[in-house]
């Protein structure tokens, strides 16, 4: 059983401990395909001020300790009806753990509930393919591929996925007509 976790807006002190989250550059590329590894505090500092609502996830371990764990933002607000989530990731000794999943759904519900969006979007690159897969689990669906360059410079395909509001979605009944 996960250790209960809360969620608040990420600050500058908090980026020290994310810094050392994606462990190699694959991971780092698939967080931040900008970013060269090892990740700097510099980079991060810049999506803190560029992106919206930046959201670390914290665990609240029995011992009574508070651990950073989990990180993620949205990018990309339109008209206050879309925006995607992006710079998702979890410490890599809580993966697999279901906190990728709270931290998720604690987007998702912040996105729809306290930003009132319509849709939220997410990409993914082709080759990540656990978080595709955990993506859709999640219920998004893929609606666009992009071609890209992954970081060795050669193509690939970037997936774009979208979620849309229980209020806008149209019965399962309605698609059967």
Do not use: W
């Not at 967080?31 to 990740?39: G, K, N, Q, R, T």
């Not at 670390?56 to 008209?79: D, L, R, S």
């Not at 999943?101 to 604690?106: P, V, Y």
């Amino acid at each position: 059983m996960s250790s209960p976790v809360s969620f608040r807006q990420a600050t500058r002190a908090d980026l020290a401990e994310i810094l050392h989250f994606p462990i190699n550059e694959i991971e780092l590329f698939y967080f931040s395909p900008s970013a060269h590894y090892p990740l700097k505090i510099e980079h991060l500092d810049k999506q803190l001020s560029d992106r919206h609502e930046s959201t670390v996830m914290i665990e609240h371990t029995p011992q009574g300790k508070k651990n950073i764990i989990g990180f993620a933002n949205f990018y990309n607000v339109e008209n206050k009806n879309i925006a995607f989530i992006g710079n998702v990731i979890i410490k890599p000794e809580k993966r697999r753990q279901g906190f990728g999943k709270k931290l998720i759904k604690a987007m998702l519900k912040f996105g729809f509930e306290k930003l009132k969006l319509q849709e939220i979007h997410l990409s993914c690159y082709e080759a990540n393919s656990k978080a595709l897969l955990f993506y859709k689990d999640l219920g998004f669906e893929p609606y666009a591929t992009e071609a890209r360059k992954d970081l060795h410079n050669l193509p690939t395909t970037l997936i774009h996925l979208k979620l849309t509001s229980l209020k806008t979605r149209k019965p399962a009944s309605s698609l059967l007509l």
